[in-house]
């Protein structure tokens, strides 16, 4: 379905890692079904669980050969942790502020400096709730997003969203995505690009963004170049594209009408 129906170039599985308990060939079953329909240059699949903690927060792992769960294992340290050492994986927060009836989802974005590189994205839309749930909100009460919360407190967080539906329209329940900027459609440069934070999140299906600093791609760490951006936007079924408005930590620096 994601592939044929919904015209997905990647995609990826990540059920809740708490089904796998009492039932460990269902991880199996998941991987081996995303390698069976791998076809680099065509379709490129990943594959991953979530750890899903009742006030604790809800956070997707990819591209690990293992997976933890909550139940045993509830402390948020403990799951970092064990993020830490398993290097090739990566993790998105996902839905924030969904989880947080006692205040603690993810400890409202403390900083856990040993897994910044692994901890690539925040999620601005899931399941049919887009920007105005999960970005254009008054996050845990500070004044800014989600995402300025955590990027503020040293977090390096790109954004991006996902379906979690929990049925099989995947890709074709909302017109949301997560675009990637990768250099080629195989598994290891999808990858690259979600290690790299060269993704961005939309609400349209049909938008083609590329956003650079100095010609450097989204997501590059740079010092010592000029601030000179230059945003490349097109709309893939002809729609007109008015304005681009630049932030900054979640303060409005500039706006530009465009034709």
Not at 56 to 64: A, D, F, Y
Not at 113 to 120: G, H, L
């Amino acid at each position: 379905h994601a592939r044929d129906v919904a015209g997905l170039d990647f995609f990826s599985l990540a059920d809740h890692a708490e089904n796998f308990i009492f039932s460990s060939g269902r991880w199996k079953t998941l991987r081996d079904t995303a390698q069976a329909h791998h076809a680099p240059g065509q379709f490129v699949t990943l594959w991953g669980f979530e750890w899903s903690h009742y006030t604790m927060g809800h956070i997707c792992v990819l591209n690990t050969d293992d997976y933890i769960e909550s139940v045993f294992t509830p402390l948020l340290s403990s799951f970092y942790n064990w993020l830490r050492n398993r290097p090739q994986g990566f993790a998105i927060f996902n839905h924030p502020g969904r989880q947080d009836s006692l205040g603690t989802e993810f400890n409202h974005f403390d900083l856990v400096s040993n897994v910044v590189d692994q901890m690539v994205g925040v999620e601005t839309f899931n399941k049919g709730s887009g920007f105005n749930s999960f970005f254009y909100t008054n996050a845990y009460g500070s004044g800014k997003t989600y995402l300025d919360l955590a990027n503020s407190k040293g977090w390096r967080l790109g954004a991006l969203g996902g379906f979690d539906h929990h049925g099989t329209t995947w890709g074709s329940s909302t017109n949301f995505r997560t675009g990637v900027l990768a250099t080629s459609l195989t598994r290891e440069a999808i990858i690259d690009a979600y290690r790299n934070r060269r993704f961005y999140s939309t609400e349209n299906k049909d938008l083609y963004l590329d956003f650079r600093c100095s010609d450097y791609p989204m997501g590059s760490r740079l010092t010592g170049v000029p601030l000179s951006f230059t945003v490349s936007a097109r709309h893939a079924a002809g729609a007109l594209i008015q304005e681009i408005r630049l932030y900054r930590n979640g303060e409005h620096i500039d706006t530009r009408l465009v034709s």
